[in-house]
């Protein structure tokens, strides 16, 4: 390759995450301007209704977890280091969470919110989206706890740590503001968009299988529309099954566009997303050198 | 490793025996409500003259209650209710169907999930090896193309377009970009595929492929969900860490290879793809590549995790029967509590016990490196 080839790829590829978010805003935007064309309009604002309540819970997800997730992690450094004794149960709990896979919690969490709905506990609907949002958290607020553990670990070795606490600092505040807060802001941001790409996946998948498993229990009028439980419908299974029809046929391969719209919309919309999540994340790491 | 295989035996012990409790407070809450329910409706069930399926009988029988009760309409409909809730459940009743089984957790249900573990255990086991190679396959070539300073193929195509006038006179122009665009779109495609969640690929193929079989759910844990490219990109992380690490500039000063061509003597094989532990040589890639992997070993453990959900989801998702995953959604449907408690302790087990296997490996890695084995 070229220097001069090379160059301008490099210049291209620099901001990779800022790219890569234009580029998930723009694919965004033409497929609702291509929705707001050709699909019927209760689909249209059912699926506009569905990401939203989607992106809000995605957003709630990361919020929970940034403050459980500090809280925590602050909390058992201190434990170790002030009170070893209560240290060991309370990393052993942190465990036991981590050993239960995400779905089997989150699916709890759910049979959970189904009782709470039934029994009139959880009556709006952004009640519920804030529930889900809260137990997706309490399975994936971990993998900050780690990472703040990991930061002050990695500070705690070098003589700054030392400086600060000879001049008098308190130790919560050279944690919470001069490692965390001034150091590590752009590894917490790496690390919300990567928790916004699991909640993404994993509040599609959760409701998937509750409106396929469960869709004789559960009334789905009484759960907010997301992404997953549009596309567990009837009508949306039946255009992606289209899809491997278009495959064989390239014939077929138009009506994917015009009359199979909903089902390879609510696809595209998460395939996508989570693409452009995971290059934005990556785009991140390498602008900081994380 | 000894702290570490104490702490989790006592986890192991300590959520155990709470599931266990949980089961057995389940099973008995179950046996009680039914008992309860059926005791109230009873007398009215053993007479013969009365049929609830008649509505004049009913309401027959509606009015006698008001005749007797006439202080308490709501403890009247509340009866109906009962008596009109137990009819139902006699058609609707998992237990009353044709091969239906005893309620909770019993012997035969028992030996059901244990065959239904053990598959769940070898398609987990097989995915994990897959997984894990796939991962460091693909991190190594991503890796490999970012020492070649190579971008992406559209960045690519865009310079070639950018400055075809120089090089107009270079016949494979054409050919070259048809290449690349060509590689660009597989790339898109793999990516999507990569990205999707199992039961968009299941179902967009399901009317010309089997999506029930055992290959097709081992070949869905190891590509879809984002499960690989995850992975693979941690590993990838970790050779890009090391890679800016003081020992390699050392290593190169010492005369060890460098050079990332494909297919080159003192480049890299393709092979190396393939079996990245055999076949660096005296190329500095070895040195990046163990101590990666080193690293990379206990995010084994993290995976394992994600790994469960995934193939959780294939098994709910696409409905597959006789799986784990189908019978835990079933018996939720059910209202099983006590099967369903019963399945997460399973599947707390496979995670426990792959902490163990992943920290046992670790420590006899860790003893390698310490020149103690």
Request: net charge negative.
């Given at each position: 390759m070229s220097r001069s080839t090379h160059n301008s790829s490099a210049a291209w590829c620099q901001q990779k995450d800022r790219l890569w978010l234009l580029i998930w805003i723009s694919g965004l935007t033409v497929l609702g301007m291509w929705d707001a064309v050709f699909l019927n309009q209760p689909s249209f604002a059912l699926l506009r209704t569905a990401f939203l309540n989607s992106t809000v819970a995605g957003v709630l997800v990361v919020g929970f977890s940034v403050v459980m997730g500090w809280s925590v992690g602050v909390s058992s450094y201190f434990l170790e280091t002030r009170r070893p004794a209560l240290y060991f149960p309370f990393t052993f709990l942190l465990n036991v969470v981590r050993s239960i896979p995400q779905i089997v919690g989150i699916l709890v969490g759910y049979i959970v919110l189904t009782i709470l709905i039934e029994q009139e506990v959880l009556r709006s609907q952004f009640s519920q989206l804030v529930w889900m949002a809260f137990v997706i958290s309490m399975f994936v607020f971990l993998e900050l706890v780690d990472l703040i553990r990991e930061r002050i670990a990695h500070y705690n070795k070098l003589d700054f740590f030392q400086a600060m606490l000879c001049c008098g600092i308190k130790e919560g505040r050279i944690i919470n503001r001069e490692i965390l807060w001034k150091n590590s802001r752009a590894h917490l941001l790496h690390k919300m968009i990567s928790i916004f790409g699991i909640t993404i996946f994993l509040q599609c998948s959760i409701d998937f299988i509750v409106s396929v498993g469960l869709s004789t229990d559960v009334s789905l009028s009484n759960f907010p529309v997301t992404l997953g439980g549009l596309l567990a419908k009837l009508d949306s299974k039946q255009d992606i099954l289209a899809i491997g029809s278009s495959l064989s046929s390239?014939?077929?391969?138009?009506?994917?566009?015009?009359?199979?719209l909903q089902g390879v919309s609510i696809a595209f919309v998460i395939v996508f997303s989570l693409l452009c999540i995971y290059k934005i994340s990556s785009g991140l790491v390498k602008r900081y050198h994380l | 490793m000894k702290t570490k295989l104490i702490e989790h035996t006592l986890s192991i012990l300590l959520v155990t025996c709470v599931f266990l409790i949980l089961i057995t407070f389940l099973k008995r809450e179950e046996e009680r409500r039914a008992a309860t329910s059926r005791s109230s409706i009873e007398p009215y069930l053993q007479i013969d003259s009365l049929d609830f399926g008649n509505p004049l009988h009913t309401a027959l029988f509606k009015e006698t209650l008001t005749l007797f009760h006439p202080d308490s309409p709501a403890q009247n409909d509340s009866l109906l209710r009962s008596i009109e809730a137990y009819r139902q459940e006699q058609f609707t009743n998992q237990i009353n169907k044709t091969g239906g089984e005893e309620r909770g957790v019993s012997p035969a249900k028992l030996a059901k999930l244990g065959n239904m573990y053990a598959q769940f255990i070898l398609v987990y086991i097989v995915v994990m090896i897959l997984s894990y190679r796939a991962a460091q396959s693909l991190a190594i070539f991503r890796f490999v193309r970012m020492k070649q300073h190579k971008g992406s193929y559209f960045g690519e195509l865009y310079d070639l377009v950018k400055n075809r006038r120089a090089k107009q006179r270079e016949p494979s122009l054409s050919m070259r970009a048809g290449a690349l665009f060509a590689r660009a779109i597989l790339k898109g495609f793999s990516y999507a595929v990569l990205f999707a969640p199992a039961y968009v690929i299941a179902y967009s193929i399901r009317s010309s492929i089997n999506t029930d079989s055992y290959f097709f759910m081992i070949l869905l844990g190891v590509i879809s969900n984002g499960l690989l490219i995850n992975y693979a990109n941690k590993f990838f992380t970790f050779l890009v860490t090391e890679d800016r690490k003081g020992y390699v500039q050392t290593a190169i000063v010492k005369n060890l290879s460098n050079s990332y061509t494909w297919g080159t003597t003192d480049g890299v094989s393709y092979w190396a793809l393939l079996r990245p532990n055999s076949l660096f040589g005296s190329h500095v890639f070895k040195h990046i590549y163990l101590n990666a992997r080193y690293q990379f070993l206990t995010t084994l453990k993290e995976h394992a995790s994600f790994l469960i959900t995934g193939l959780i989801i294939i098994e709910m998702a696409l409905n597959i029967q006789g799986h784990l995953g189908y019978e835990m959604l079933q018996n939720i449907l059910y209202k099983q509590y006590d099967v369903v408690v019963s399945i997460i302790l399973g599947v707390f087990l496979i995670v426990k016990a792959t902490d163990i296997a992943v920290d046992a490996w670790f420590h006899w890695e860790s003893r390698k490196y310490e020149n103690k084995v």
């Open positions: 390239m014939s077929n391969m138009q009506s994917l566009f015009f009359e199979h | -």
